[in-house]
Structures are given as structure tokens and as C-alpha cells.
């Protein structure tokens, strides 16, 4: 017998041993002459037939009794078993094992593990799950049933085809009857005896939810319904369950198996694609269609509650109509309006190229959301410079708006390239206003613009020229250069001939002055476009309560107020940050569980977005970044907690998404600054040698790393920055000096200091280049030497290294250490304009 119920499963049960296998007759197509005579409106079956496949029954209750075969070691509920295993394996690589070996338990709930890695006929399971839930609701509502199930006093209203699409008893009983005179008689109702009405809800509820509750008390008249009903998962479940009980009772000295419930709630992952695969086969073969799509003369054959399932679009509409419902839907193809009824019956959308706008069509016009989703995606993949703004146009139904945003999200990005296509100049007066106008256009100057608008004039300009002092308000002229305002915008031939033009421009003047008079007005016509600042990025680090915090905000040098941005996703800590054609990369670190990592975060400024990248080939922490020739190098730091410094050296570019092992430097580091100049990186201190700070550099053209000599520093800077040519070092720990080193004279030289209180030290803070300034952020005081006290800063300092002169810019929204700060472009201005909606085509509906 073995030690427990484990080791007996591990036995291979003879296959001899099994019983024979039952045939399930062939399913007669509605009409034919060989389905049982079950009468027109009500059936009344008898469960005695049940006998003949499982045993004697002794009694009403369905009590059942089994002879055992002599020399078996099956258990009662194998001893049950057909030999229909064709759902469930009950072997794997040749050898036997129990069903339960399958079996995922989680408290009084477990899952049955079926071979559904053999079945891929449906793409997307969520789906036949959403539409599950959705035909179990109409259940509920009791929305376009059309079948009654009368069990004792108890009646249940459901969907034949819903019914007929799980059990094979069902699609045979439920199909129409033909009389002698040709006619068909649909059958509304099934009377069923000697079975509780409780057996049936559980396997009704079970065929629309997926979900069965077998217990001790149950689990053998369950058995005998799911048999009957020919719902072999739920029949698998039930033998499984006996067979629990069964092992429990001949091991009821094992502690362990005093633990087992005596109720399951069985859930069948599988058995949302078998109800969409089987109400496919019912739409192929034809059964209880009672709804046609009209298209060129064609009827395609559908199920109401399946077209219902699309939106509350469809299910509206369909709610108090008849059977034989006709929809016509007009100006679209057969062949799309098929796919599209395919992909609501299998979740498979076979969309291409030559059909995907035709589809996308079709599915706005029936509401089909999931269908939207799947096209819009597919045609999202398929955006370019040339066809962006035409994808923008079609994707203006409310129904789209996904693929709206999408695609306007990539014609800001590429508005280089897009104003160079043909479809740039085919845009409507409306169209243009409204693309120039937006705040995330892609471009450097106000001055590409007007260039545009020129542009898009010339195409037509006979009929485009009356438009002229509507659309060059999208342009920001007060954030145009005064000599490029004056030169080339007002000297241009079309605005001095229009005198409203001429009046706009006025107008800009005034608001330059304004500006260069730091006044400012609460038009919001007058903000700055958002692809036209520098700020100072801050992304991280620790509050006053030493807990690593995930904010981001940047700094508005023109509002002079700091701004909250999208958190930094990860829970990383000790990481470094860069920044790279205006997004920052957030570089290594250590994981929440105190392990190094090599993850890359990077944020997308234009949107605002954090997006993670590839990582580094060797995670690291305490290591310097830097960019040089377009390309971000990682270099020294530690790659576990004990011994030396790494000397390894990463570049990642960030076109190719790819870091690559670059050349060793000559001593390991860390902590230390990096900064580019004149196509070399300065790696600067984390390391000493004979009392001095370390200087290396990389040199780009000979791909080699050599040690400077020719600079001697006694402190080791916390920040490192090239301005005009020259490296700017700032501070350290217990030394605020600001020195100038200049690669080309090997010269450094003392040119001020931080502002800073007596016995005051301060470390732990990060700087950045902002409009050719030093911006100094946070950082950690330190007051006194013996019970020295600690206090996190939230200062913000400014060095300009022309006036040589410190100017303190106001707090931070919080104290911080060992955060990052970066300078990026980041965009303020309008809200986008609103585009006006067209209205969706409408159905034409025959009953």
C-alpha cells in the first residue's frame, strides 16, 4: 500500500486494469431523423440509463456501487473512471500518474493543469475570459435566453448555443426537431428528474463561470450529472475528488490527511477557450443562429448573445429585438466584416497591411473595442513619417483613440521628417493649427515652425493665404530670436502684405520685452513651447529619514518653481544618473534586497515616460558616469561589497540599445566624477596615489586609457563639470573650493568657494550644467567634529562661472542626498487643442 498517499501515486497503475471505454454517439446535424424523440416543448428524462455505465444503484439517491476487479490497486473513483482521458492526460512520458500530480493546490481552491499547451486555437485567453463574463451576465439578467431547464420546483433560463457549445448531451437535445410535414420545432424546454435542482445550478454555473464547488455530500450525484451532461473536465474533477476522499479514508491514520477539506472549488482555466471554440463550431455548423450580418447580399450566420458580448454598443441594440435578426452594415467588404465576426468567435484577427484601415473601420463601426485594440496595435507597429498624420485623420472616431494618440505621439517626435511628406501639405487649415500648435512638437527653434507654415502655404497658396493669421499663431513667436522675428518672419513678403500678420507680430515685441523684464503675464498663449527649455533634473536619493525616495521633479528657470514629474519606477538605490540628447539614464545601483544590480532606466522627457533599457553586462554601485561622442560610459565602481575597485569600463549606445565591454582604465575606482572635453573622458578621484587625487582619461581616437600627470589635486571633488574648455571642480567633503582645471595647459587654478557656514561640512550632494551655470541640489550638513550633528539640506545654489559669483535659487520641494541631478529638455506650455470629433457611422437594423 506504501507509507503515504504521495508514494502510492508514484506507482504506475496497470493500464490493463482500466475499464473500457464509452462511445459518445455522433452529434446529428438539427433536423435529422435519428435524434431521440424527446417530444417538441417539454423533455422529461429519466437518469436510469445512468446504470448500464456506472453499476447498480441501490436507491434514489444515486448511491452508487462498484465491484471491484480482483487483484486491482485502483481506488474507488478510478475504479469510476471511463477511459475518456482526451481533455486530461493521466500519462506523461509513458509512465502513470494520478490525476492529482496535476493538481495546483491553494486552500479549499485548486486548479486542474490540463494539456492546454497542446491546444492553441485561441490568441488570447483574456478574451474568451472577458466573453465568458459577459455571457454569464446576460445569464444573470436574463438577456436573450432562450431555453428553460426545469428541475423539481426550481427553473434555469440559458443560451442553447451557450449550452451546446460545452456538452456534447446538450448540442444533441437541444437541436430543433423536423415533423413528417418538414416543419422545425424549436424546443424551449427540458424537464429533467430524479436529480437535484442543486447539482444542476452548480453545473450550469459551472459551464458559464469556469468554477465548481464539489463536496463530500455531492460529489458522487455530481458525477453522475457531469456524465450525463458529458462535461468531462467537471467529470474529471469529481473523480478526483473521490479519489482524495477515498485515499483519505484508507490513510486516516496520517496526520496529513486530516487536512484535507472536504470541499473543492474546481476551476478550470481551460474552459473559457472551449466556450469560445465550441460557439464557433456552432456558428459553422449552423446551430441556433438566430442573427445575420448583411453585407453585398451575403448573410453571415451569428448568435445573438455572441454578437451581444462586442460592446454595449451591439448589446443595446440588440436587446429588444426579435429572432432572425438581420444588421446591415453598409460600404464596408465581405472579407473584412467576416474576419472581424472570426476574431469575435476565436480571438484570431488575421490583419495585414492591404486590410488593416478597412478592418479598423469596421470595427469602430460595431464598437468592437477588443477588435480596435488588435488593428490599432498592428497599424501603431506600422507608423512612419509618411503616413502618421493620415493614420491621425482616420483614427478621429472617439472609438479610436488609442491609436490617435499613438500615432500623433509619433508625428510630434518625427515632425523633422513629417514635414518633409506629402501628407504634411495635404492638411487642412484646422489640421495644421492644431499640429504646429501642440506643445510636444519635436523641434529647436520656433523659426522650424514658420518654415513649416511656409511650407504648407506654398503647396496651394492661391486658396491657402487667407488662412495665414489663423495658423501663424501656432507659432510661439515671442520665443523667436528678436533678430530672427524681425529678419525672417516679419520681412517675409506674405506677412507684409497682411496686416492682421503684422498686428501679431507687434504683439510678440511687446512680450519680448516682458520677458527680458522678468514679468510675466497669465495669458497662456505666452508659455514657452515644451520643447524649448533646460532644466535642472532631480531623480531619487534619500529624504531626512534616510529612506530612499522615488520622486522626480525638475527645476523652471523661467517660473523659477520646481515641478513634479512621472516617479522612477524602480526600487533600486545607490545608482547613477546621466543624461543623453535630453533623456536621463539611470545606471546600476543595488535591488531592495541589497544586491547589485545592472538595470538601466531611461526617462523620456518629451513624455514623460520612464522606460527600462538594456542592462549592464556587470551590475555594479559606487561606480562614475559620463557621455562622450554621443555614447554613455560606465566606469569603475564596485561589483560586490569586498576587495578592489573595478577598473572595467562599459559604453552603451543608445540607438542600438546595446552596452559593450570597453578598455580596462589603469586603476580601479570609486566614486569618482567623470565629465567629457575635447573627445576625452576625465575619470577623477576614486583613487589616491601618493597623497593626490587620480586623474585618468580616456582618449577616443587611440581607444587607450593614460594617467595625467601634469595635475596634482589635493581634495576629491564632488562635482565635476566642462564649461568653455575648462573642467570645474567643486568641493568635497570638508573643502568648498571651486578650482578650474584646463586639460590643454595642465593647469589648475583657484577661483572661489561654496558658500558655507564656519565648522560646517557638506557632502553627499550632486550638481548639473544648466545654461552654462552650476547647479549645486541638496546634500548633507555636517555640524562640529566630536557628537557632530547631521542635517539633510534642501539648498539650491547657482555658479556662474562668468561673474564668479554664487546666488542661492530657492529650496528644493524636499532635503536630499545621493540623488541624482542632470540637465534635460523639458517642455511647459499649452494644453493641446481640441480636436473636433467625427461622428462614427451608424447601423441599419431589419427584424
Known sequence: ???????RRKKPHPPEHEPGGFMYPDIPMEGDKNISPLGETNIVLDFGALNGM???????????LVTKIEGSNLSLSKRMSLDRSTFYRLSRLGSQYSLGDSIHTDGSTWTVASSVNEHREVDDPNYAADVLVKLNHFRNLKKYVDFTIHVGNQSFDCHKVVLASTSRYFAVNLADDITEEGKRVKKRELTLTEVEPR?????????YTSKLTISSDNAAKMLAATRIFNLQSAEQACLDFLERQDNRQRDSYCESSQNIATEYTFEQPYHVNEILLGLNDMRHDGRFIDTYFCVDN???PCHKVVVATIDHFMEERLEDVGQNCRITVNDVKLSVLKMIINYTYTSRLEVCEENASEALMVACKMQHQSAIRKCSDFIKKKLNAHN???????????SCEYLQKAATKFALKNFPEVIRCEEFSELAADELLDYLGDDNLNLRSEEEAFHALLKWLEYDLSVREPFLPDVIRAVRLPYVGPRQLEKEIEGNSLVQRNNQCLDIIMEAKELQALIRENKHTKDPRHKPRRAYSDVTFVVGGKNKQQEWVQDTCYYDNVRRKWYPLAKFPSGNTQYKVVSLHGDVYVVGGCDKGGYVSGDVWRYI?????????ASLKTPRYAHGVGVLHDRIYVVGGRVKPTGEPSNGVERYGRQSDVWKMGEEMTYGVEDPVVTAHSRRLYVIGGYRSNGHVMVQCFHLEKNAWTVVDDVSLTMEPSVAA??????????GKTEYKVEVYNPHKGEVQAVGEMPHAEAHTRELYSATVTNRKINVTGGQWTVGMEDALTISTNSFEQYDPVSNEWTVLGPMPR???????????????????????????SFQYKC
Open 54 to 64: 456506472i453499476g447498480d444503484r441501490s436507491s434514489r439517491d444515486s448511491a452508487i
Open 1 to 7: 500500500m506504501g507509507c503515504c498517499q504521495s508514494c
Open 199 to 207: 447539482v444542476v445550478q452548480a453545473l450550469i454555473d459551472y459551464i
Open 605 to 613: 522627457s518629451l513624455y514623460d515616460e520612464w522606460k527600462q533599457v
Open 388 to 398: 502618421c498624420l493620415g493614420v491621425m485623420r482616420a483614427a478621429r472616431d472617439p
Open 815 to 841: 532635503a536630499l542626498t545621493h540623488h541624482g541631478c542632470v540637465t534635460i529638455k523639458k517642455y511647459i506650455g499649452l494644453p493641446r487643442s481640441m480636436v473636433q470629433r467625427a461622428n462614427g457611422p
Open 722 to 731: 566642462t564649461l568653455k574648455s575648462k573642467i570645474y571642480l567643486v568641493g
Open 298 to 300: 451575403e448573410e453571415l
